[in-house]
């Protein structure tokens, strides 16, 4: 894993892998780079491409970005610093004379008694003694340095992600694991619940407000992390683009779009903490690679506020009415959607663009390859066409599209990943005193079950527990010490095969003949 710290004192990223493909070291943003965000993540999420690399990009250059605002503001803040203790350091003369200076006071005020007309002509100001005052106070700051010329007013605006995809094709696996690897504050929230202000649902700043309890209420953390935000589709002005032809209001579409612009943009949203439960979809996170201990409990209702970040700021911990204002510049919002029907707006486009019947090849194909062309072709105008305003779509200008798993990639994520879910099955029979065995064409008949119900990698977990029904009844408190399950099994035709003690090898030499008889039909397949 990677663990990201910040520095109070230096704006530098402290950066360490811990992973078994590379060899524990401490680099900082100078040496890490895209392509090794990427090479992680393919130890987690199978296929997509396109899509790692996409996020890669975006988390590398927001948090590079993240470090060159962190520089510049403390530099303008020590330039802002310099120049008031400057104005606010009395003249030379008046520190080494003190009771001079008081006997001068004396004097003036006996002018006063005597001749105030005078005194108030005096005290007019005239515009050679303003020049002079202007002028000896600048060069009392001195002339500016090329340290203070130096700095950089540039401001590096972010950029929001937005991934597009078909269900189970990982798109929430790959926000959490950049979220893992990059050890910041995480928060994973729902967009079906959000309700515009005054109606029962959630506002958009509870967002925040799950970030902030993610990282026990440390602003400085949370105003670094990452927000992933689900089901963004579902936001969609009911009726698309042309808006909704019925009389019930749209709670949840164009008013919660509104409602987000500013906060993707950048603005400081006050949280105040009034002891609300916390929400089911909450996801919590850890910090420069240490877990968060006793996460508050309490979630607050939330309100945008344009107050000045310069805003006092609580304590870390959380305590009920205590309020946080939290500055959003610096916080990746990556949404994610399935955007069903959006593949309609893509054809059409298509349609008008070209006549030729380039059209036909670029028609969604989830065959042998997995591939979904048409959404690789999104343009922001099919976004709005499919019911999202042109300000939003502006503060989002990421677009990448995940592609439709094939039989081939959940079969990969069925035994390649860390956490595959064969391995997850094997460790829990192990707990059983047993050992389960999986053939290479029982794997694929899964995979294949998948593909035709059109539920992606989420929907392996189902048929497995179905599968494996019998065998996690049989096993327990059972003289079973070997679980073979093989093509017969999960077509139905057949049961698992169980193995007591001292038959590993019996189960073996099934395991290889079936392996063995795949793998000579696939040789006469592509020879064919």
Avoid at 116 to 136: A, I, N, V
Avoid at 186 to 213: C, H, K, N, W
Wanted: a negative charge; glycine letters at 8%.
């Amino acid at each position: 894993m990677i663990f990201l710290q910040t520095c109070k004192t230096l704006p530098k990223y402290s950066i360490r892998i811990i992973s078994p493909s590379f060899t524990k070291r401490h680099i900082t943003l100078d040496t890490l780079n895209p392509r090794l965000i990427a090479k992680i993540l393919d130890e987690y999420v199978i296929g997509q491409e396109r899509a790692k690399k996409t996020l890669s990009v975006a988390v590398f250059n927001h948090y590079t970005r993240v470090q060159a605002n962190i520089a510049r503001s403390q530099a303008t803040r020590k330039k802002v610093e310099a120049s008031q203790q400057v104005s606010c350091t009395p003249p030379a003369d008046e520190l080494g004379h003190p009771f001079h200076h008081h006997e001068q006071e004396e004097e003036q005020l006996s002018v006063v008694m005597e001749n105030p007309h005078q005194q108030e002509q005096q005290d007019l100001p005239s515009s050679s003694s303003t020049t002079t005052s202007s002028s000896s106070l600048a060069t009392a700051a001195g002339p500016a340095s090329e340290e203070d010329e130096d700095v950089d007013t540039t401001l590096l605006e972010k950029s929001n992600v937005l991934l597009i995809g078909p269900t189970g094709s990982g798109k929430t696996l790959l926000a959490r694991t950049l979220a893992n690897i990059l050890q910041v504050p995480f928060s994973m929230s729902d967009a079906t619940s959000f309700t515009q202000a005054g109606y029962v649902g959630d506002d958009v700043e509870s967002v925040i407000e799950r970030l902030l309890q993610s990282c026990d209420y440390d602003i400085e953390k949370a105003e670094t992390g990452i927000v992933f935000i689900d089901e963004i589709d579902k936001l969609a002005r009911a009726g698309g683009s042309e808006g909704s032809k019925s009389s019930s209001r749209d709670v949840g579409g164009e008013g919660v779009q509104q409602a987000l612009l500013r906060m993707l943009e950048g603005t400081n949203v006050k949280v105040t903490n009034k002891g609300v439960p916390t929400s089911s979809n909450i996801s919590g996170g850890t910090y420069m690679g240490h877990p968060i201990n006793n996460p508050s409990a309490s979630a607050g209702t939330a309100s945008s506020s344009s107050s000045s970040s310069s805003a006092l700021k609580p304590v870390p911990g959380g305590s009920l009415g205590d309020s946080y204002n939290v500055d959003t510049s610096n916080i990746l919002f990556i949404l994610s959607g399935a955007f069903v029907g959006l593949e309609d707006h893509i054809k059409q486009r298509m349609d008008k663009t070209s006549k030729t019947g380039f059209n036909e090849e670029i028609l969604i194909n989830t065959s042998s390859h997995g591939t979904t062309t048409t959404l690789d072709h999104v343009e922001p105008h099919d976004i709005m066409k499919f019911g999202f305003i042109p300000e939003f779509i502006g503060r989002v200008p990421v677009l990448t599209s995940v592609n439709q798993l094939s039989e081939d990639d959940l079969v990969r994520v069925l035994t390649e990943p860390k956490n595959a879910l064969v391995r997850q099955y094997q460790d829990l029979f192990n707990l059983y005193q047993a050992e389960i065995r999986f053939t290479d064409p029982a794997l694929s008949i899964i995979a294949r079950h998948a593909v035709q119900k059109q539920t992606g990698a989420r929907g392996l977990r189902r048929i497995m527990e179905n599968l494996l029904l019998d065998a996690m009844f049989d096993t327990p408190g059972s003289s079973i010490r070997h679980i073979l399950i093989n093509e017969e099994a999960v077509t139905g035709k057949g049961k698992p095969l169980y193995y007591p003690r001292g038959q590993w090898s019996f189960m073996e030499h099934k395991l290889e003949h079936e392996n063995s008889g795949r793998e000579n039909e696939r040789k006469i397949i592509s020879r064919e």
